[in-house]
Each structure stands twice: as structure tokens, then as C-alpha cells.
């Protein structure tokens, strides 16, 4: 076996063999609070009074810019709800969920279920770290075992070892490359080879967060000396067992990567894979350079940052941050004076959270392009829609923050020393108290929960969207929206506003609609209420080329019907209709839709295994649940 079948077998728990699914024992959860909230109010409804996880940690690292006071509310609403379900509270300022779990939690051979698609993060220790919506999370917290697809295993063989100056992320962005956005889908990317040897934790980290840019299902690394070595770091050896592939393993396919032939990259802007060789691009104009995000945050991206900057200033036309990945690690930039060689090179110390990565503050001007250490850059997520956004890695955006241009690192005249220390001290996590009492703020509404399907649906088309639609352009996120994730009718006025204006209008007059749209509708962010809030506004169906897998999944769950087709697109304003609808979600996967407005039929595809048929007909996943939910392990 290898180590993903490893870690697959260790927790099955129940199997479909007619469509492939498998449901696996979750044993950790994370949450955190932009997908927390909604997540909790799902917990509660499945009248659960404890979790029946062996550690569910809930942590506030999106919505920390608190500009009203929802977000306070918010965060305690999380805390309470946290206290009174036994489940660890991380508050705001304490650090990015990722980066807190790898660190104090992430346990070889274990499974982590998160409500937010860069969870497989922990990955990097030899654990199955899965991304998902919130409501399968809380079922999860519930003792519901989790669904999926059984997922193919790619194998990438690494050989040799990086060169100075070319970093983790540029392995991710050399993936991202070769395989694309989509690249990843249905499989587990494993890493072997006698390469991994001579990559740290936190360099696996920062290719397994990546992994969620490939589309794939998790990204996993073998659980060896270093990972040992790590975890005696964080004072949990105990957590640590060896995790390694037979020697005889298979791959359902695999790739090889020689370490020592990659360069520095970069993403140009509008999305991950728009990748090539830095040296191609060097000498670019960029305006404001950010080091951070669950990608790179660590100890040793922001030392390394730190030695970079050591005597030197940032140039004066670009703006420089710096977002430690947690407060522990601020702590440790303070205690060994790299904080100061930081502070003196004019970069701005921000708090540690998710921050300008998800639109939270520090936003672009007009025009601008920001060069920055994240894994996103969708049109728009910086908060300036006409900006431009690259990725790329630590030593790149130092380099280029001190010269002012895209630039090679490679031209540094020395290398930066490797950074292998690991920062003492510990994070602030509460500990649960089952009697606290729930505080709900007044931003904390009831979500919409989908009737059951009726015989016929007639609903008119509300968008015709192009391929590769992320979660981030069906429901927009920035530092004015984002503090409604649990007010999901303020929420729905915004829904696809950038990519089919006057959406939210055109659904709410129609009443019932459907949205069409290309290949991979729905990457990216694991936000559910990219479901929630269509779902609020009337959609019941979504017909497109193909479905990214966690808004598939979030679809579904909320009772909205992912159908596929491969022919000419109905128009905006069609009215379609879709005859004996229950027994075709009962049994078939072919569905004719009957297009009333043009007379024609549009072939198309329920391809639905027999379980999620089911929590379709009942309506959703939480009605379907609550049935299961008494007779679980
Ligand atoms: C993201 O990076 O897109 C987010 C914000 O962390 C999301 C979660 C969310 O939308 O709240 C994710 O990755 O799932
Ligand atoms: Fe936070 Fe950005 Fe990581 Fe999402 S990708 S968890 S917003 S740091």
C-alpha cells in the first residue's frame, strides 16, 4: 500500500462498491470563523451535545478586522458554542488555523476533516487532512463518518535537493504548471522519493496547502525521522508513528520532480497556474509586496524573510507587510531580534491572521500589482477589482520588495541561511467548559435549509457562466462582506455580483432558478455559502460542464442538483423544465431538460452515487443525517 491507501484503510468504516464511495472515521475536526459560524448553527440543529471527535479545535483567523461590531459578535458566538460542545477555542490574534493545527495538533496516521479547502496543510506530517463544508464538518462532530469518492492516488517521486534560493512554494507553483487548476481532481497527491528526506515540515506544509490550487482531494507526505524530529520539536513525540510507503507501492499515476532543476517562480495574476520562471518576468514594476497565508507564515518563511531584509530597506516605492503565521510566532521574531531588522526595513507588521489574503485590509490601488507569499489570486479576492496579483515565494517577494521589480532571488550575492530552529512557547487555546451559555449576536440568522424536490422543477436561467468559477466569484469575499458569513440573506445580495451583474434581483424575481456554467464550477474555497446563499435566493439546480469536488459536494448537501452537460448552453432568461424529477434523482442518470422558451432539450447528466440520490430526495444533507445521526459508531 502507499500512504494514502495506508491512511484510507486504517479508517474505513462503510463502503459503496456500486459507486465507489467510501466513508471514512474523521478523528479531528478545525473550523474556522468565516465558515465556523454557519458550521455551528448546523451542529446545533443536528441536536448534538457533544462532539464525538477525538479533538475538534474552532479558530478565528478570517474575520479579525472589526470594523462593526458583527465580528465580535461572531467571535462569541464561536467561543460559547465552542465551550458548551467541548471543542478548543483559538481566538483572533492568535494565528492561522493551518498553521496553529500543523504545529499543536497534526498527528501521523490520523484523519482532520476542516471547513476550509487548505486544510490538508497538516498533510505534511503523514496525516489525511481533507477540506469540506461546513455541514459535513459538523456532522462530522457529530460522530457522522465522512463520505467520498474513493480517490485515485498520484504519486510525485522528488528527487535531489532544492538549490539555494528556490523554495517549497516554487515546487507548488511548478506543479500548479505542469497539471493546472484542475490537475489534481479525484486524487490524493502523495509525495515520495528519497527527496522528501530532505524537506522540513514547514516545506511540506507549504506544498500540501498547495495542493487545494491543484484541485486535489488531499496532499499527503510520509511520516518519517524529520516529522519525528518536528514533532519532539513541539513537545509531541508521542504523537509521532512511522507512515511510509511499501516498497511495492502503486500510483494510479505518477510524476517525477528533480528538486535540484527547479527555479524561483511566480503565478502571474488571475489564477495559480499561471505560472512561469521568474527569471522571464524579472524587471516588472510591482507595488506592494505581502509575506503570509497559511502558504507561507511560518517560522521559517518569516525569519527567512527577516535575514533577508537585515540591514536594508524596503524600496520606496512599494509597499512591504509581513503576516506572521501565528501569534507564537511573532513572539519568537520579537525574542530573536529579527523582528527589528523587520520593523527597521520599513515592512509593516501585521496581525497574525488571514488578513490581506482574503481581502482583509491592505488592498491594492487601482492598477497595482501585488506580488505576494499567498495561494490565491482570483480577480478581485484582493479587494481591488483592476488589480493585479502574483504568487510566489518568500525569497522572491523579498527580493523584489527591496529592488522594487520582479526579481530573481538567485541574484542575492549570498544565500539566506536555512532556518531550521522551531519557536518555543505555547498558543493561547481555551479549554472546554460544557456549561457556558451560547451567545448568539443579532448577525447570527437562521440558515435556509431545501425542501424536499417536487415532481417537476420549471426554473429560468439565471447566469450563463464561462469554465473555472470559483467559490470566490460565486459569493464574493472581502473585508465588507465577510462579516455577514452567518447572515446569509445580506449575503445573497452580493452573490456573483462581479460575474453576472444584477444576479441576486434576477433570482428573487424569477423564484426559481437555475445557474449554467462551464468545466470546474465552484473552485477553490470550501465556503458553503457559495450554496447557501443560490440556494437562498430560489437556485435548484446548477447545469454545468463539470463541478470542482467540495462546491459539488456543498451543492448537494444543500439540496441543489449538480446536473452535467455537454451541449449548446441554454440563454440567460430561458425557462427550463425538468419532468418527474424524483424518480429520475432516485434512479437515472440521464435527465432530459426541456428548454420552454426555445422548444428544445438539452441532454444532461445526474451523475450522483446512491447515497448522495438520497440526501438529494430528503432535501439535504442535515435532513438526511439527523435520520442516521442516532446510529452512528
Ligand atoms: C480561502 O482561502 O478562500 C478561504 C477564505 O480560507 C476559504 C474559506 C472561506 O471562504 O471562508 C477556503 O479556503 O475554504
Ligand atoms: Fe486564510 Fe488565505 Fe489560508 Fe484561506 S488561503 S485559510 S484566507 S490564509
Redesign the pocket.
Known amino acids: 500500500m502507499n500512504v494514502t491507501e495506508r491512511l484510507l484503510s486504517s479508517h474505513l468504516v462503510d463502503e459503496d462498491t456500486t459507486s465507489d464511495e467510501i466513508a471514512l472515521r474523521i478523528d479531528q475536526t478545525l473550523t474556522?470563523d468565516?465558515?465556523g459560524t454557519m458550521c455551528y448553527m448546523q451542529l446545533e440543529a443536528l441536536g448534538v451535545d457533544r462532539v464525538r471527535t477525538e479533538l475538534s479545535v474552532a479558530y478565528v483567523d478570517?474575520n479579525t478586522l472589526q470594523t462593526g461590531p458583527l465580528n465580535a459578535m461572531d467571535h462569541k458566538y464561536l467561543r460559547t458554542v465552542a465551550a458548551r460542545h467541548d471543542i478548543w477555542f483559538s481566538p483572533p490574534g492568535n494565528g492561522i488555523c493551518h498553521q496553529i493545527h500543523l504545529e499543536q495538533f497534526a498527528s501521523p496516521g490520523k484523519t482532520l476533516l476542516g471547513s476550509?479547502?487548505?486544510t490538508p496543510t497538516c498533510g505534511a506530517v503523514g496525516m489525511l487532512a481533507l477540506?469540506a463544508g461546513g455541514m459535513e464538518v459538523a456532522a462530522a462532530m457529530a460522530g457522522a463518518p465522512l463520505w467520498i469518492k474513493r480517490p485515485k492516488v498520484t504519486g510525485v517521486r522528488l528527487s535531489g535537493a532544492l538549490e539555494p534560493w528556490v523554495s517549497a512554494k516554487d515546487v507548488a507553483l511548478y506543479l500548479l504548471g505542469l497539471l493546472g487548476v484542475t490537475g489534481g481532481v479525484g486524487s490524493v497527491v502523495e509525495y515520495l522519493g528519497e527527496g522528501v528526506s530532505t524537506l522540513d515540515i514547514y516545506q511540506r506544509a507549504t506544498i500540501c496547502n498547495m495542493g487545494?490550487e491543484l484541485g486535489a482531494v488531499s496532499s499527503v507526505f510520509p511520516s518519517d525521522e524529520r516529522t519525528r524530529e518536528f514533532l519532539r520539536s513541539r513537545g509531541r513525540e508521542q504523537d509521532w508513528v512511522s507512515l511510509t510507503p511499501a516498497i511495492s507501492a502503486s500510483y494510479d499515476s505518477l510524476y517525477n520532480v528533480e528538486l535540484d532543476r527547479l527555479v524561483p517562480m511566480v503565478a502571474m495574476h488571475g489564477s495559480p497556474d499561471n505560472v512561469l520562471p521568474v527569471s522571464e518576468v524579472a524587471g516588472r514594476r510591482v507595488d506592494q509586496v505581502i509575506i503570509g497565508s497559511c502558504t507561507n507564515s511560518s517560522y521559517r518563511d518569516v525569519a527567512t524573510a527577516a535575514r533577508m531584509f537585515e540591514g536594508k530597506r524596503v524600496h520606496p516605492d512599494v509597499e512591504v507587510a509581513l503576516v506572521p503565521g501565528s501569534r507564537r510566532i511573532l513572539s519568537k521574531l520579537a525574542a530573536s531580534g529579527a523582528l527589528s531588522a523587520l520593523i527597521n526595513a520599513g515592512v509593516r507588521i501585521l496581525e497574525s491572521a488571514?488578513g490581506p489574503?482574503?481581502g482583509m485590509g491592505l488592498s491594492p490601488g487601482s492598477g497595482a500589482v501585488s506580488l505576494r507569499t499567498f495561494n490565491?489570486n482570483f480577480p478581485g479576492r484582493s479587494g481591488t477589482p483592476d488589480a493585479e496579483v502574483w504568487l510566489s515565494g518568500v525569497e522572491v517577494a523579498v527580493a523584489s520588495a527591496i529592488s522594487g521589480v520582479i526579481t530573481d532571488p538567485r541574484q542575492q550575492v549570498a544565500p539566506p541561511p536555512v532556518i531550521q530552529d522551531h519557536p518555543e512557547g505555547e498558543h493561547i487555546l481555551y479549554p472546554p467548559c460544557r456549561s457556558a451559555e451560547v451567545v448568539r449576536g443579532p448577525n447570527i440568522k437562521p440558515f435556509p435549509v431545501a425542501d424536499p424536490p417536487g415532481e417537476t422543477l420549471r426554473a429560468q436561467v439565471i447566469a450563463v457562466l464561462g469554465d473555472n468559477v470559483s467559490?470566490?466569484d460565486i459569493m464574493p469575499?472581502h473585508s465588507t462582506l465577510l462579516p455577514y458569513?452567518s447572515n446569509i440573506p445580506a449575503l445573497a445580495e452580493h452573490c456573483l455580483e462581479a460575474a453576472s451583474p444584477g444576479f441576486s434581483k434576477r433570482a428573487r424575481d424569477a423564484g426559481t432558478g437555475i445557474i449554467v456554467a462551464g468545466d470546474n464550477y465552484g473552485q477553490?474555497?470550501?465556503?458553503e455559502h457559495a450554496a447557501l446563499a443560490p440556494l437562498h435566493l430560489g437556485i435548484r439546480a446548477v447545469l454545468a460542464r463539470s463541478f470542482a469536488r467540495i462546491h459539488r459536494t456543498n451543492l448537494i448537501n444543500n439540496g441543489i442538483i449538480p446536473l452535467v452537460y455537454d451541449a449548446d448552453p441554454p440563454s440567460q432568461g430561458d425557462l427550463l423544465e425538468i419532468r418527474g424529477l424524483r424518480a429520475l434523482i432516485a434512479r437515472s442518470t440521464s435527465v432530459e431538460v426541456h428548454n420552454l422558451s426555445t422548444g428544445e432539450q438539452i441532454p444532461a447528466h445526474l451523475l450522483l452515487t446512491a447515497r448522495e440520490r438520497e440526501v438529494l430526495l430528503a432535501g439535504g444533507y442535515l435532513n438526511w443525517v439527523k435520520r442516521t445521526v442516532s446510529t452512528l459508531q
Open positions: 474556522q468565516s465558515t478570517h476550509d479547502s487548505h477540506g487545494a488571514c489574503c482574503i490565491r467559490t470566490d469575499s458569513r477553490g474555497s470550501s465556503r
